[in-house]
């Protein structure tokens, strides 16, 4: 198995995460201030913001499988 392959089961939680505006700007923050912190490229930011702008999409395969079978 993949390290860096999202499960299901983490899909789901990263899914009911999302859910907590607060914490995921606390996040957001966090790691884009260790960004700063060092000598960052404009790409390792980028990569960040990118990173929670997926999370705002994510969703668990289960809920994908559904949506597609629900195709008429």
Do not use: H, Y
């Amino acid at each position: 198995m993949n390290f860096f392959t999202l499960t299901s089961d983490e899909k789901s939680r990263l899914q009911r995460l999302n859910q907590q505006k607060e914490v995921i700007l606390a996040l957001k923050k966090l790691f884009l201030s260790v960004c700063v912190k060092k000598p960052a490229s404009n790409e390792a930011i980028e990569k960040v913001s990118d990173a929670f702008r997926e999370l705002e999409t994510i969703q668990s395969d289960i809920q994908e499988r559904t949506s597609e079978g629900n195709i008429v």
